[in-house]
């Protein structure tokens, strides 16, 4: 039964519709001809992904067409863990956060995995907010953002603030003027809360 199903024509199409709607944005329907191909390949390939890869990144001008997406839950933690470069033993601290989001690692109820559109997940903002504060100030358990190290990064570089500086490093650029107006009130001698801030805006968890 696995084998008809994953040779079946529809399943190729839903998943190139997935990998489209993954590197462009969540309208596929512009890009009809190009799931088509995906699709095609993947059956003539016999399920090789790179295969199906192929027309969407090679026949797709993603640098122009690509829509920010909101990042899904565990997405949102692994990046800020990453960009932080935090250290982290991934335990309870990290999977409560996670659980509250409600994208909880091999806990989706459902065989189609977790949503990718962003409507679903909005509504969980204020547990990624708690995330972004207990992370930056030491109160996620099994997790340490070393902030220390990052007060006086960039210093050479010209920056004139720390808020420049961090945004800088965490967005990779300098913040616009709503932002820099929105972020200035949590500026303080550790940096802490300008950092969550700056994980719980959206400039963040759009990307």
Not at 24 to 50: F, T, W
Not at 186 to 196: H, I, T
Request: without cysteine; proline residues 7%; hydrophobic residues 45%.
């Amino acid at each position: 039964m696995l084998d008809v199903l994953a040779l079946h024509p529809a399943t190729a199409v839903h998943v190139a519709r997935k990998l489209v709607r993954r590197f462009v944005g969540e309208s596929v329907e512009p890009y009809g001809d190009v799931v088509a191909r995906s699709a095609r390949a993947l059956v003539e390939s016999s399920g090789d992904i790179g295969a199906m890869l192929r027309p969407i990144l090679l026949d797709l001008p993603l640098g122009r067409i690509a829509e920010p997406k909101f990042k899904r839950p565990l997405n949102f933690v692994l990046s800020s863990l990453r960009m932080l470069d935090a250290d982290t033993d991934g335990g309870s601290g990290v999977q409560e956060a996670l659980a509250r989001m409600g994208q909880l690692p091999f806990a989706w109820a459902t065989p189609d995995g977790p949503i990718d559109e962003a409507a679903p997940w909005k509504g969980g903002l204020v547990s990624r907010w708690q995330f972004a504060l207990d992370l930056m100030t030491g109160r996620l358990n099994g997790t340490r953002a070393p902030l220390e190290t990052w007060m006086h990064a960039d210093e050479e570089g010209g920056s004139n603030s720390v808020l420049d500086r961090f945004a800088t490093l965490l967005l990779g650029s300098a913040p616009s003027e709503t932002m820099r107006r929105a972020l200035q009130p949590l500026v303080s001698d550790d940096g802490s809360l300008l950092v969550a801030g700056i994980l719980a805006s959206p400039a963040f968890q759009w990307r």
